[in-house]
């Protein structure tokens, strides 16, 4: 089953970007070529550029907090596996401390080096980190793998209170999941939501029925228009029925 999500605002959309990004850093870290790296170094400043937002850190905060309140209230509750709600809560404390503990604006440490910023500058422009342009970064890229791989990680740690804050947040609003196996006919699905607020829709289907769900939505309706791709890779309109599993994500 491919899992398709899409966050329903703002700011659900900035930690999924954010998840892409450290996963993407996070594979390319432990390798050894210069390229892939190079891939790493670039990934980090994209994570510089989106985890800008000012209220980042005090909505995950506050979202890290509420949860904590949320799930004590159910120590109580002889359906709950105490021992696993209390490594949860441990988690969530300990990340929210973690983040606490961060000062200063996010990503100021790399802001504040001149040479990462010097890259910066010339990665943006097609072909702007050659060696002819960066010959000091073509010096670091013919280090050790391990030096190289030390480097990039102590450039990546003040970031992983915030990784570690947003995997759980994102985590509990997966869980929070209503799932309901559909069909769409003709390749076309629509559902009110009642005024519900929800954060994020969740669509799975079979990889081998070849459809592609395009998903919008606003806080009464949801629709799901399904595609398929020919061999130019253009989306068509996907004409047939449509089995899926369709989840709707609140926190």
Not at 114 to 121: A, K, T, Y
Not at 137 to 157: G, K, L
Not at 190 to 211: E, F, I, N
Request: a neutral charge.
């Amino acid at each position: 089953m491919i899992l398709y999500e899409y966050p329903l605002n703002e700011r659900i959309r900035t930690l999924l970007r954010l998840e892409d990004l450290f996963t993407r850093l996070d594979y390319f870290i432990p390798r050894e070529h210069p390229l892939e790296h190079h891939v790493a170094l670039t990934t980090l400043f994209d994570i510089l550029d989106v985890a800008a937002r000012a209220d980042l850190k005090s909505d995950l905060l506050q979202e890290l907090d509420r949860q904590r309140q949320t799930l004590t209230q159910y120590r109580n509750n002889p359906a709950v596996a105490l021992a696993t709600l209390d490594q949860i809560l441990q988690r969530i404390d300990n990340a929210w401390t973690a983040l606490n503990a961060t000062t200063g604006k996010t990503g100021q440490h790399l802001r504040d080096n001149e040479w990462l910023m010097s890259i910066r500058s010339r990665a943006i422009i097609a072909g702007g980190a050659c060696e002819f342009d960066l010959p000091s970064y073509h010096a670091w890229q013919h280090r050790p793998p391990e030096v190289r791989m030390r480097d990039i990680s102590v450039w990546a740690a003040p970031f992983r209170p915030l990784y570690e804050s947003l995997t759980i947040v994102l985590s509990l609003l997966r869980e929070s999941a209503q799932r309901h196996v559909l069909c769409a006919q003709q390749g076309s699905f629509q559902q009110s939501l009642g005024g519900k607020t929800y954060q994020m829709v969740q669509v799975r289907l079979d990889p081998a029925l070849g459809a592609i769900p395009e998903i919008s939505a606003n806080k009464h309706m949801l629709w799901i228009r399904f595609t398929s791709q020919d061999g130019d890779l253009r989306p068509r309109p996907f004409d047939r029925a449509v089995d899926f599993e369709l989840g709707l994500c609140v926190l």
